[in-house]
């Protein structure tokens, strides 16, 4: 967060000691007109979910007319023979040859048509095309065998982005802390794998992440391993502020399954401490959100990835496990207090902190967090908005007139491809 509202100082003058009070932290009046006059959009459609993905369940039976066995079953959001950057949204191993195999897996609202895919035995790709409405697929019927050579896949990957000062206004330009995270087929049964992208940190806070397993709990996880033999905390010596246990795999207040990612995001970046601050903190500067880095409030760096390996007790629970079933949150100070900052439709959930009725923010339908189901999501650079949209005027970083992501929040029915359209030179 890098600017301030002058209309905050009357919010702060009507709060109550967060550690010591039972009573709520703010006058929600108060509270509610700064925050509202605060967001870059006019209005926000009441009914917003703050979800840019459809769930889908389809049925595919791989029987084509081929020899060969069917060794994986998969469905993809293009032809890969034609097209590139097509992504693996589903993927499953063939027990019994000529069975039908059930997938589960979300996608992007605005994409319509899909592949599935059946590779065989000799790695041969064999295509069908459906649409969205399709819930079942027979290869007895249409098989469109793959000629030339395949373009490369990837696994499906979601972008993550994070305002840094939450409950209070944001500059809401969402890059104070950007995640991507990509699902893996697990090397055995029952487990999965999650690749961890830490992108880029645009606050001088100390932040910390986490992932809530949701739906899951702390018992029905065996082991969290990280395949690369390290964390991201590394050597991180300073005192722990936010997550208290260096564990990979913590146990939240519900007894639900957190993954823990970092205590300090700038550290995990860039693990460097100030030689001239008596107290060695950590060096805190803009990375990754400038184009124009000054090498001494803001620095390109290359992003750091992990992959974390989930072993589940129940394989069978494995089933419906997609990008969806992740919580990814921040956890950062504001008054004195520790507080989590969720994605929209978790906005009021506590995993690690219990704050009781001070939790006033969650009346208001702004988010600080987003979702995007994109693995390379162009986010704004420093002092840019996501996007604008005050007395039917749009700017900002994702601005194109149907396309814009100030229209997507006045009505969630309209521009769910908004994050597709950059507006260039404002994003990074």
């Given amino acids: 967060m890098k600017c301030e509202t002058s209309s905050f100082i009357f919010l702060l003058c009507g709060m109550l000691c967060l550690t010591s009070c039972s009573t709520n932290m703010f006058d929600p009046e108060v509270y509610e007109k700064v925050i509202v006059e605060s967001f870059p959009i006019d209005n926000i459609d009441e009914h917003h979910t703050w979800n840019l993905t459809k769930s889908y369940k389809t049925v595919v039976t791989p029987n084509p007319a081929t020899s060969d066995g069917i060794k994986i079953v998969r469905i993809l959001s293009g032809n890969p023979y034609k097209e590139t950057n097509v992504e693996i949204l589903a993927e499953d191993t063939v027990v019994k040859q000529g069975e039908?195999?059930?997938?589960?897996?979300?996608?992007?609202?605005?994409?319509?048509?899909?592949y599935a895919n059946i590779v065989t035995v000799k790695g041969q790709d064999i295509l069908k095309a459906f649409t969205s409405d399709e819930s079942s697929i027979d290869f007895a019927q249409g098989a469109e065998v793959g000629q030339g050579k395949i373009n490369p896949m990837t696994y499906q990957t979601y972008t993550y982005l994070y305002e840094d000062d939450y409950p209070k206004p944001g500059d809401w330009d969402f890059n104070d802390l950007?995640?991507?995270?990509?699902?893996?087929?697990?090397?055995?049964?029952?487990?999965?794998?999650?690749?961890?992208?830490?992108?880029?940190?645009?606050?001088?806070?100390q932040m910390a992440a986490a992932i809530r397993l949701i739906g899951y709990n702390y018992d029905d996880i065996e082991s969290v391993t990280i395949e690369e033999g390290r964390t991201f905390d590394g050597s991180f010596d300073q005192r722990r502020v936010f997550i208290e246990d260096a564990d990979l795999l913590l146990r939240g207040r519900n007894n639900e399954a957190v993954i823990n990612l970092f205590e300090d995001a700038h550290y995990a970046l860039s693990p460097r401490l100030n030689s001239q601050d008596r107290g060695g903190g950590t060096v805190r500067m803009f990375y990754n959100t400038s184009r124009n880095p000054d090498g001494t409030n803001s620095l390109q760096i290359a992003p750091k990835s992990l992959t974390y390996v989930i072993k589940f007790r129940n394989p069978r629970i494995l089933q419906n496990f997609t990008l969806e079933t992740l919580d990814p949150f921040a956890m950062e100070d504001f008054n004195s207090g520790k507080w989590e900052v969720h994605l929209g439709p978790y906005k009021e959930a506590q995993v690690m902190y219990d704050l009781g009725d001070n939790e006033t923010a969650s009346i208001n339908r702004m988010v600080w967090a987003l979702k995007i189901p994109s693995g390379d999501f162009k986010y704004p650079i420093e002092k840019q908005s996501l996007g604008l949209y005050k007395n039917g005027v749009l700017t900002g970083a994702y601005m194109m007139m149907d396309h814009s992501y100030g229209q997507w929040i006045a009505d969630h029915t309209s521009s769910i491809d908004w994050f597709l359209y950059p507006t260039v030179g404002l994003v990074y």
């Fill in 178 to 205: 950007v995640l991507r995270i990509q699902k893996l087929p697990g090397l055995q049964k029952n487990s999965i794998r999650l690749r961890v992208t830490l992108a880029a940190v645009g606050t001088k806070k």
């Fill in 100 to 114: 039908p195999v059930m997938l589960f897996y979300h996608a992007p609202e605005y994409r319509t048509s899909f």
